[in-house]
T-cell receptor, first 117, second 116 residues
Framework: DTEVTQTPKHLVMGMTNKKSLKCEQH?????MYWYKQKAKKPPELMFV???????INESVPSRFSPECPNSSLLNLHLHALQPEDSALYLC????????????????FGPGTRLTVL | KNQVEQSPQSLIILEGKNCTLQ??????????LRWYKQDTGRGPVSLTI?????NTKSNGRYTATLDADTKQSSLHITASQLSDSASYIC???????????????FGTGTQLKVEL
């Protein structure tokens, strides 16, 4: 299985809602990532997990809360979002070789299209 | 500061024609360069990956070139099809540092539209 799956495909939420995005991979990758992508812009890195531990947080607002419950799953919990948070949220995964994350070999999921009203 | 610039920003071509997309980078120290195809609202899909010692690599109708001296890469699409309409993103990775790693540097992409 060489696929990264994300659910849901689309999500519409109000500014007071709490929702979660889910990402799953079964390639044995021990690094997982969340990216945010606005229309016609490149993806922006949000978080990196390595061996289920948060290794990079790119100064993301606390209304985004990542969670890595096991080596195959990555969640992004959303609370009190703003309309400007509407974007495509991409999950990716890659190998970790002898504690070094292979950033340059990421596999991307199809993304979740988030709309905040 | 690591940067990746792509040109043109957008491109419209007729089906069956060829086209070439450009990527210039200032990422250092260079590890590899990857071209991704991203359909609207979908995740990026890798087309080719090239390391320092590789000058050209093909994947079907896609051929990527790399000039590590001038820090330029190109993606050539042959006999374009309607399904080639997408954003093409150049992504450059720096050499991994001991005990850590470097983020990818994404280009802003070239939006290609193939018309009948």
């Amino acid at each position: 299985d060489t696929e990264v799956t994300q659910t849901p495909k689309h999500l519409v939420m109000g500014m007071t809602n709490k929702k979660s995005l889910k990402c799953e991979q079964h390639m044995g990758h021990r690094a997982m990532y969340w990216y945010k992508q606005k229309a016609k812009k490149p993806p922006e890195l949000m978080f990196v997990y390595s061996y289920e531990k948060l290794s990079i947080n790119e100064s993301v607002p606390s209304r985004f809360s990542p969670e890595c419950p096991n080596s195959s799953l990555l969640n992004l919990h959303l609370h009190a979002l703003q309309p400007e948070d509407s974007a495509l949220y991409l999950c990716a995964s890659s190998q970790v070789v002898r504690t070094v994350v292979s950033y340059n070999e990421q596999f991307f999921g199809p993304g979740t299209r988030l709309t905040v009203l | 500061k690591n940067q990746v610039e792509q040109s043109p920003q957008s491109l419209i071509i007729l089906e069956g024609k060829n086209c070439t997309l450009q990527c210039n980078y200032t990422v250092s120290p260079f590890s590899n360069l990857r071209w991704y195809k991203q359909d609207t609202g979908r995740g990026p899909v890798s087309l080719t990956i090239m390391t320092f010692s590789e000058n050209t690599k093909s994947n079907g109708r896609y051929t990527a070139t790399l000039d590590a001296d001038t820090k330029q890469s190109s993606l050539h699409i042959t006999a374009s099809q309607l399904s080639d309409s997408a954003s093409y993103i150049c992504v450059v990775s720096a050499t991994r540092l001991t005990g850590g790693g470097n983020k990818l540097t994404f280009g802003t992409g070239t939006q290609l539209k193939v018309e009948l």
